[in-house]
């Protein structure tokens, strides 16, 4: 584990086979869990904005997980930031990295990071497989229009922060592409 502890638990039963008494469990702390948000298209409203649901999702209470320290910046800063210091990238509708940033992104995969790519109008499937491919579980194609748009059911339950009664989360989030892999 890049971030974490061992818990140890021994039976003191004193009992013939001693192999037996000690368990080990990997413990990650996830209130320390960083995550780098990269906007691909930022929007002066946050309501329009691409990663709105995702940074509200993340930053929900949880006292049994924490909370994750959220950076956010647009495509532009991905070139300077050192992705050492995190978990998590999410690249939300960011254009093909270059070759530099691509080479960055597969070293902290390498390193246990975790790495989330969600195509939108900015992602070239063709420069993803080109910069991106050895590291992509499965090769971009293409886009190709839905109609009528998908979008998330009516939510019959009480309301949430995600799930407002006002009709101002995600029951709102539609989409009218979807991406073709090979």
Do not use: C, W
């Not at 946050?46 to 930053?59: G, I, K, N, V, W």
């Amino acid at each position: 584990l890049r971030r974490g502890r061992v818990l140890e638990a021994r039976i003191e039963s004193g009992n013939a086979l001693a192999l037996d008494d000690v368990r080990e469990l990997s413990l990650e702390d996830v209130a320390a869990l960083s995550v780098l948000l990269v906007d691909g298209d930022p929007a002066p409203n946050q309501l329009d904005d691409e990663l709105r649901f995702l940074a509200l999702a993340l930053t929900l209470e949880d006292v049994a997980r924490g909370t994750p320290r959220i950076t956010r910046i647009d495509t532009d800063g991905l070139s300077a930031i050192d992705l050492a210091g995190f978990d998590v990238v999410v690249l939300a509708n960011v254009r093909a990295p270059n070759e530099g940033e691509a080479e960055r992104l597969t070293q902290h995969v390498a390193r246990g990071g975790g790495l989330l790519i969600a195509a939108g109008d900015n992602f070239d499937a063709f420069g993803y497989r080109g910069q991106m491919g050895k590291l992509l579980p499965a090769l971009p194609r293409s886009s190709a229009q839905l109609s009528p748009p998908l979008g998330v059911a009516r939510f019959t339950g009480p309301p949430s922060e995600l799930l407002p009664a006002a009709g101002t989360g995600l029951d709102t989030a539609r989409t009218a592409k979807r991406l073709l892999l090979e």
